[in-house]
């Protein structure tokens, strides 16, 4: 059994502990005092930036890279909290929005229609095999969104008596109340506890849970069986059941067998629960298919996108829904509809960055070069994996994780500062490092990226 991960980059910091890298670190300048006096950081103790980690002023990105204004520049290894799919200032992307920026910047949804948006859900609809999209802005947002129309969904069919939720151990689905209720990451969720839903769950599918002796698919036929004995227990009271496919990325990036979505999809069917992937993080190419449900096989009832949907240009989310569930909703009574709504739903220039998105993983092959980018990196990461301090050494796709074995809650952020003044934007979940590049990384950047790691590695256990 691994020990429960810590989670976040910042958990168990104490202010006492002041830790300087070898290394050229970026500098306070006029612009970090400035932002430390305006801008309240996300995910962050604001007082840490005094002296401890500094704030890292940018100038500019391109590709990979993103630029400070003292001339370094930083391999961005998580393209920016796993948006940036094909590098900082893509030019097609960019040129997308701009020509979107002539014809209509923005439009109420709400009664009125436009082609950027209509493009983008029949392709979406394509993709997934899910007929309708419901857009909103952000990842959190969307969670929201699923768990209202499964619950709504239920109470239009006649059965008031299904409004839980299932979860499971380790799962994060974003920081708003109903998307923090199926959260299970203490650090960020403890605190608002009163203010949270009650939810059930269960065991993660998490490989490195196995037993001695147990592969990864046993693993997860395991915590398929824990999950199909609740729903047998509480179906009746029970909505949906949300999931992360394949990769629980916040929880400590915890990878698990397609298995596992197989038989979840089965017990759900069996006991007319709505199964939610929230593929917000792995979707979009991040797992190795454009959509993670896809290794399985699957097709769940709700899928909520979002991050890599734009290439991190601009926040975009959406909830897909089949027929079934949109069809429940379709009355003659008002309030049988899904009057849930954002400001910016269906925002005219983020459709079309996403459309652009589309095009490049239709006319570059997206998928496929991928796969040998993976391949490459994994096999120039084997020195990590070999290390003496190194566990758990994963691979999915285009995210790679192992855990720093060390019982210092704070190697992870030695780490981080470590590897920011080797150049690398690199973001420890508590002990557990991980790569989630652009897919624009080369085989040199490949090097730097392992290279810096190996090095910052042993800068961070050498205290
Ligand atoms: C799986 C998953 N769901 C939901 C979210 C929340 O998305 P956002 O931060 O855009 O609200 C995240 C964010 O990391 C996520 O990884």
Known sequence: MIARPIHALLAGFKLTTLYRPRGNMPRNNEMTARSRRAVWHPCTQMKLHERHLPLVPLAR???????????????????????????????RIARA???????LEHAILAGFTHEPVVELSERLAARSGLSHCH????????????????????RNVGRDDKTGFVCLEGSYHGETAGALSVTDVGLFRDVYDPLLNKVMRSPSPDWRNAHPGEDARTAARRAALALEAHLAASHETTAAVIVEPLVQCSGGMAMHDPEYLRLVRAACDRHAVHLIADEIAVGFGRTGTFLACDQADIRPDLLCLSKGITGGFLPLSVVLAGDEIYSAFYHDEIARGFLH????????????????????????????????????????AQEIARHRAVRHFRNTGMIWAFDIDSADPLAGRRFYLEAL????????????????????????????????????LEAALRV
Request: aromatic letters at 12%; glycine letters at 6%; proline letters at 4%.
């Open 61 to 91: 990105g391109e590709g990979v890279w993103l630029y400070d204004f003292e001339g370094r520049r930083y391999l961005d290894a998580i393209s920016s909290w796993w948006v940036n799919l094909f590098g900082h200032c893509n030019p």
């Open 97 to 103: 929005i701009v020509s979107q920026l002539d014809t």
């Open 135 to 154: 857009f909103a802005s952000d990842g959190s947002s969307a969670v929201e969104i699923a768990l209202k129309m499964s619950f709504h969904y239920w």
């Open 341 to 380: 709504s954002h400001s910016y739903s269906g925002n005219p220039l983020a459709c079309r960055a996403a459309l652009a998105v589309l095009d490049i993983f239709d006319d570059e092959n997206v998928l496929a070069v991928n796969r040998d980018k993976s391949t490459r990196l994994s096999a120039l």
């Open 421 to 456: 003044a080797t150049g690398l934007l690199l973001r420890p979940l508590g002990n557990t490092v991980y790569f989630m590049p652009p897919y624009v990384i080369e085989e040199e950047h490949m090097r730097l990226l392992v290279d810096g790691t190996l090095s910052a």
